[in-house]
């Protein structure tokens, strides 16, 4: 559920104050070099200075980042925990800054049944780069068609399909929960 609206919702009261904040000032695009790999402190930097009247709300950005992630889409922990109490092997790849990655990381232990994790702001790779999917197949010893990337954002899905993994586009955990390729795991 990550949205930059979540925080700033709660410190700009005027609402077309923050649609123009979030289409201008710290918007997802913006965002999206802390992902690639960019230091937030240096965002952060760069953009205090393109902006020095909104300098204090944009340094809340990585003072209370956390506020940006509200909690785990409803049923999704549910459906992990369910395949690693069965022994079925765990991998991720996250498009995450390295500095969030940080922040958010420690307290979601839900990570932990997780073997291994591509974090693009660490590898400096996003998806859909291709790239990113490629390093992710040697790191987890797997064929990419052994494996099923399950990810909200359709792009990301054409991506790791058109490199042969198997896919499935996240709308809802119980729409994941019937995909026919987890059912059967699910059902164990």
Same mark, same amino acid.
């Given at each position: 559920h990550w949205? +930059?609206?979540?925080l700033y919702a709660k410190l700009i009261a005027d609402p077309e104050r923050l649609d123009w904040f979030l289409t201008n000032v710290v918007t997802e695009q913006w965002h999206g070099q802390h992902d690639a790999g960019t230091p937030l402190g240096e965002m952060i930097a760069?953009?205090? &200075?393109? %902006? $020095?009247?909104? &300098?204090? !709300?944009i340094r809340v950005y990585e003072l209370r980042w956390l506020e940006t992630v509200p909690g785990p889409v409803a049923g999704s922990h549910a459906i992990v925990r369910s395949l690693a109490s069965q022994g079925i092997p765990l991998f991720a790849i996250t498009n995450f800054g390295t500095d969030t990655w940080a922040m958010f990381r420690p307290g979601e232990h839900l990570f932990d049944l %997780?073997? *291994? +994790? @591509? @974090?693009s702001g660490v590898e400096k790779l996003v998806k859909p780069n291709p790239a990113i %999917? *490629? !390093? &992710? @197949?040697?790191?987890?010893?797997? &064929? $990419?068609? #052994?494996?099923l990337f399950i990810d909200d954002n359709a792009a990301n899905i054409a991506a790791a399909h058109? !490199?042969?993994? #198997?896919?499935? !586009? %996240?709308?809802d955990a119980d729409r994941l929960a019937r995909d026919h390729r987890l059912a059967s795991m699910l059902a164990r």
């Open positions: 949205n +930059i609206r979540h760069e953009r205090c &200075a393109e %902006f $020095p009247d909104e &300098a204090e !709300l %997780f073997k *291994d +994790i @591509v @974090v %999917f *490629d !390093l &992710a @197949v040697g790191r987890f010893g797997h &064929a $990419p068609e #052994q494996m058109a !490199l042969g993994w #198997q896919t499935h !586009l %996240f709308t």
